[in-house]
């Protein structure tokens, strides 16, 4: 359905305390998106949305349901929420919450956001008064429901962001639960980068009689990126790397993208040696290094994140001048997402891919999906040093969420301690152990004493 435009967020009817917030925050002119969605959200229609990220989507569902629970406020049932967010990750309920007391900012209502890797406890207090917006990863809203520390049954409007990669991340038996226990007339909104045909299944069964608004084509990638495909073997895209990090021009900040979340804790230890400053982002981290490394990600302190796929989408980073893939992804689609990192509200960008010869079908996928050839390159070959792609010394606490640098210092010590006890000492400290026993012979009794 081809949305009618409008040109300033004033024609759209919202409440005066929502059009203050976009006044202190500079926004004058809704975005295509939002233009097509708020009217229809506003009138309690189902929506099925479609964008791609850095679009604006967020605004599109959070304005028009801000303006409902403005209009008809009303005290909150205890456990109870007005409005349910669903997300796929922890990163991007963080971040939807944030836009929701944003642009809510000045008035009474109550929002809240609970997601895993973190305890249980401050979220139950947060959630016994009731809140006006919840945002939520599935898992953990299951948890509280199973606790009975949350309930769903006064929800008045659900909103499933990221669609297709909850789908991906495989929720869509979590979903269902938790889409049986909402009521049945309620709003149901679905915002998504794309919709494949399992999704659109999906929202068929779950929204009643949807506006669909779709602003962009599906899979079309953002128009001020910059695309480039290097050809490189594998042994040599670690050198590569470096190279194109150390002499990349107007660099402010860099997203790699790695297949793994072992491959990626590998390359910050790689970039690292080299002199760069990187982090890793994956959902191997406590929820205290992730967050410590994408907040140094977005104020510059820390301008190379290397992360999987858990932050191509719905992560908001301004001025991210480069996405690298150095590894390809083995979804066309997942392209699209990670390299909408970057040319965001308008600014330009250069997405970078590293292809070896096993991905040279997944990059003919991808130019099939996008509908052009990427302009490519191909790379001299050449290896690091050993000493900057040795394993990285064990114990540094990161797969444990222990401190880093611990255990290896305590190795240390104890090390020390051993080559400084002199010779006669070791030999003493084996004198004066305890021997051990014999084991008896199995069914030989000791001798009775007379």
């Known amino acids: 359905m081809k949305a009618e435009m409008k040109t300033n967020f004033s024609d759209l009817g919202l409440h005066p305390t929502l059009l203050q917030s976009l006044d202190r925050h500079g926004l004058t002119t809704p975005t295509p998106i939002q233009a097509g969605a708020i009217p229809h959200v506003m009138d309690g229609r189902d929506l099925l949305g479609i964008a791609q990220t850095g679009t604006g989507k967020t605004a599109a569902f959070a304005l028009p349901l801000l303006h409902r629970l403005l209009k008809q406020p009303r005290r909150v049932s205890y456990k109870h929420c007005r409005v349910l967010v669903l997300s796929p ?18 008035s009474a209502l109550k929002i809240a956001c609970v997601f895993g890797g973190v305890p249980m406890g401050a979220q139950r207090q947060t959630l016994a008064a009731g809140v006006d917006v919840l945002v939520a990863t599935p898992g953990r809203l299951l948890d509280h ?5 949350a309930s769903l049954g006064e929800v008045e409007a659900v909103v499933l962001d990221e669609a297709d990669q909850m789908l991906d991340m495989g929720f869509i038996q979590p979903l269902k639960k938790i889409v049986a226990a909402l009521p049945k007339q309620r709003q149901g909104l679905f915002f998504s980068a794309t919709m494949p045909p399992a999704i659109r299944a999906l929202a068929e069964t779950l929204l009643t ?5 779709a602003v962009t084509p599906v899979a079309k990638t953002a128009d001020k990126v910059e695309q480039r495909v290097i050809h490189v073997a594998q042994p040599h895209k670690r050198l590569l790397l470096v190279e194109t990090l150390r002499d990349a021009e107007n660099m402010d900040r860099a997203l790699v993208f790695a297949r793994t979340k072992h491959g990626a804790d590998k390359l910050v230890t790689i970039l690292t040696r080299a002199g760069l400053h990187a982090a890793a982002l994956h959902g191997n981290k406590t929820q205290a290094q992730r967050t410590r490394a994408l907040a140094g990600f ?21 001025n991210v001048s480069h996405v690298i893939n150095y590894d390809m992804p083995n979804i066309a689609e997942s392209y699209v ?18 292809v070896d010869d096993s991905e040279k079908p997944y990059l003919k996928q991808i130019e099939r999906l996008i509908g052009h050839s990427i302009f490519a390159t191909s790379h001299r070959g050449g290896e690091l040093p050993a000493a900057m792609t040795a394993p990285a010394p064990r114990g540094n606490g990161e797969s444990r969420g222990e401190p880093e640098g611990k255990p290896a210092a305590r190795t240390e010590r104890q090390e020390g301690i051993r080559k400084a006890a002199p010779a006669q000492e070791q030999g003493a400290e084996q004198a004066h152990r305890p ?5 008896r012979p199995q069914g030989q009794r000791p001798a009775r004493a007379a």
Not at 145 to 149: E, H, K, S
Not at 209 to 213: A, K, M, N, Y
Not at 342 to 354: L, M, Q, V
Not at 435 to 439: E, F, L, N, T, V
């Open 89 to 106: 990750t922890r990163e991007l309920a963080s971040q939807i919450m944030t836009t929701f007391r944003n642009l809510a900012q000045g």
């Open 145 to 149: 429901m199973a606790q009975g520390t």
């Open 209 to 213: 009689d949807p506006v669909e608004v």
């Open 298 to 318: 977005k104020d510059g302190s820390i301008p190379i994140l290397v992360a999987t796929d858990i932050a191509a989408r719905g992560i908001h980073v301004d």
């Open 337 to 354: 997402h990670r390299i909408g990192r970057t040319a965001r509200a308008g600014s330009s960008g250069i997405a970078i891919s590293f």
């Open 435 to 439: 021997r051990r026993r014999r084991r």
